[in-house]
Structures are given as C-alpha cells and as structure tokens.
C-alpha cells in the first residue's frame, strides 16, 4: 500500500536552534514530492517540488532533500516566523493518471 | 494578485439543507480540486476537474457533488449534509500537466453540520 509518512508529528525549537523534519514514503512509480508550508486558518502554500533522489533546493531557512526512501526539510537557525505545520505529498504514478498522497504533517513551534 | 477564493469561510447548518460553498481562481488554471481535512487523516481529494465540464470523483466522493461550467469555478455542493461532514474544506487549482504542478490553495471553509 503507497503510504507517506511525516515525523516527528509535532516539533519545538528555540530560536535559531537548526533541526530536520522527515517525509518518508513507500511508493510504487514516485513522479515528485512536495513540501507545503500551512499556517493557521490559512491553505498549504506551496514550497519546493522534488523529482529525483540527490535532489536539494533551498529557500531562505529551509532546504528540502531527497533520497529514494524519504525527504528531509531542514530548518537552519528558526525563526518564530517559521513556527507553521509542514505538509509533504508525494505524486505518484496510477494507471494512466497521477496521483496525490499527503502525509499528516510535522507542527512546528520556535520559541523567541 | 493570484488567488484561489472560497466562500462562505465558515458556516453552521444543520442535517439535511443544502448548501453550496464557492470556488474562484483567478489563474486561468485548468485544473481545480477539493479536498476536506480532518485530524489524524490529513488531506484527502473529494473531487476534481482537469477542465471545463471534465469532473471526477477524488478518494472520498460519497456525500458530495461538483460542476465545472467555467474555467475559473468549481462549487461543491451538499445536497444532504450530515454531521460527518463536518470538516475544513479547501479548494485548489493548478496547470495542467502531468500533475507536478504545485496546487495553489484557497484560505479554507469550517463547516460545522447540526
């Protein structure tokens, strides 16, 4: 069964303490991997895509990469701004279409 | 400024009255989507459109229904609620293609079902 799962389910940190959060998936036929930033009251924003494992990208604080097995959003030096929940959804091959699964997300909290 | 509008953000009904929360892109995207979230289950597609008039049913279809007259709308309609469709409901569109378009996401409806 395709599955995606995230961890830890929820994180603090103080700030400009540098951790990783994990996205890992066991899926047939992987096309890409997202990583979503969602705040408060608030829809997913969209962050980075990933297509192939060696692949990074990075974003101000956040550099996602990607292996065959998982994906890792590290945060380098927080700030309480960063504090939101971090989706990831792996598009995935299915039948003729593509398919969308999301993980349940990671709840960050950073701490003035 | 691109967006993705939903309408109402939060509504209280009751059992059985229909209701109709709105979708408007202002992309020009062809593809749009719905989805509910509910704790510990996440994000999960109801339905979606790949164009006008092309609408398919997402993992959870049962208790809801969709039309795509215009590439900008895409309404989700309750013809019977019942509480289990209490949910936050988000509304999404991207461009067509593959499908690794990144989806850009409405603020959210909270529907609470009496």
């Known amino acids: 069964e395709d599955q995606v799962t995230q961890s830890p389910e929820a994180l603090r940190l103080q700030e400009g303490e540098s951790s990783s959060l994990n996205c890992s998936y066991t899926?047939?036929?992987?096309?890409?991997l997202f990583w979503y930033r969602q705040d408060p009251g608030k829809g997913p924003e969209f962050l980075f895509t990933l297509y192939s494992a060696g692949e990074e990208k990075e974003k101000e604080r956040l550099k996602a990469t990607l292996t065959k097995k998982e994906s890792f959003l590290h945060i380098t030096a927080p700030k309480p701004e960063d504090s939101a929940t971090y989706l990831c959804a792996v598009l995935l091959r299915a039948g003729n279409n593509r398919k969308l699964i999301w993980g349940l997300g990671t709840s960050l909290a950073v701490n003035p | 400024e691109a967006q993705v509008t939903q309408n109402p953000r939060y509504l209280i009904t009751v059992t059985g009255k229909k209701l109709t929360v709105t979708c408007s892109q202002n992309?020009?995207?062809?593809?749009m989507s719905w989805y509910r979230q509910d704790p510990g289950l996440g994000l999960r597609q109801i339905y979606y459109s790949m164009n006008v008039e092309v609408t398919d049913k997402g993992d959870v279809p049962e208790g809801y229904k969709v039309s795509r007259k215009e590439k900008r709308n895409f309404p989700l309609i309750l013809e019977s609620p019942s509480p289990n469709q209490t949910s936050l409901y988000f509304c999404a569109s991207r461009y067509s293609g593959g499908g690794n378009q990144p989806q850009h996401f409405g603020d959210g409806t909270r529907l609470s079902i009496l």
């Open positions: 992309m020009n995207h062809e593809y």
């Open positions: 899926v047939s036929g992987l096309r890409g």
